[in-house]
């Protein structure tokens, strides 16, 4: 995946690569990081063909609170 130079355009922007060995994991993960930190939310999950486990990638504003659900 490539990444756009606006995603860490400003100081507090971060772009997150969550890898793990299973979906319900890397979800979990991205729940977590969204009660956090204002994030691109729960983004989609793929495989790479040949590697062990999944990965996603999240956009997070660490300077904005995310949601307390």
């Not at 890397?26 to 590697?51: C, D, F, N």
């Not at 486990?53 to 307390?68: E, K, L, N, P």
Request: aromatic letters at 4%; hydrophobic letters at 40%; proline letters at 4%.
């Amino acid at each position: 995946m490539e990444m756009d130079d606006q995603h860490i355009a400003e100081p507090g922007l971060v772009v997150l690569d969550v890898a793990a060995a299973d979906e319900d994991t890397v979800r979990t993960v991205m729940e977590g990081l969204q009660r956090k930190w204002a994030t691109s939310g729960i983004t989609p999950v793929w495989r790479t063909p040949g590697e062990a486990g999944v990965r996603a990638r999240v956009y997070a504003d660490v300077h904005r609170s995310g949601t307390t659900h």
